[in-house]
């Protein structure tokens, strides 16, 4: 059984950071880009940040110099660090996985809730 289990969100004032981990079990991690997407109230997900197998990352410009995503092959876990946060950063945050073998294969966590406050 595949689950991708996010934490680390929470209410946090603007210009401050958080750092959400997203633990990945059932899948071979090593295989697996990763992302991380957001849904603000009222409008649609959105890709924040992906990872590829081999740590290649890329980010949507609205947090880019902000946050930073990573990996740790070891501990099958994806971080997004989130840096000089800004209330339009509110948002449910969601862990992606996705691959290729054989046919496409994606995963998605529950969500972590970020609430960033003016």
């Known amino acids: 059984q595949v689950q991708l289990v996010e934490s680390g969100g929470g209410l946090v004032q603007a210009g401050g950071s958080l750092r959400l981990s997203c633990a990945a079990s059932?899948?071979?991690?090593?295989?697996?880009?990763m992302a991380w997407y957001r849904q603000a109230p009222g409008k649609q997900r959105e890709l924040v940040a992906t990872i590829t197998k081999v740590g290649s990352t890329n980010y949507a410009d609205s947090v880019k110099g902000r946050f930073t995503i990573s990996r740790d092959n070891a501990k099958n876990t994806v971080y997004l660090q989130m840096n000089s946060l800004k209330p339009e950063d509110t948002a449910v945050y969601y862990c992606?996985?996705?691959?290729?073998?054989?046919?496409?294969?994606?995963?998605w966590g529950q969500g972590t809730q970020v609430t960033v406050s003016s």
């Open positions: 992606n996985a996705n691959a290729f073998i054989l046919t496409i294969l994606i995963y």
């Open positions: 059932g899948i071979n991690f090593n295989s697996y880009a």
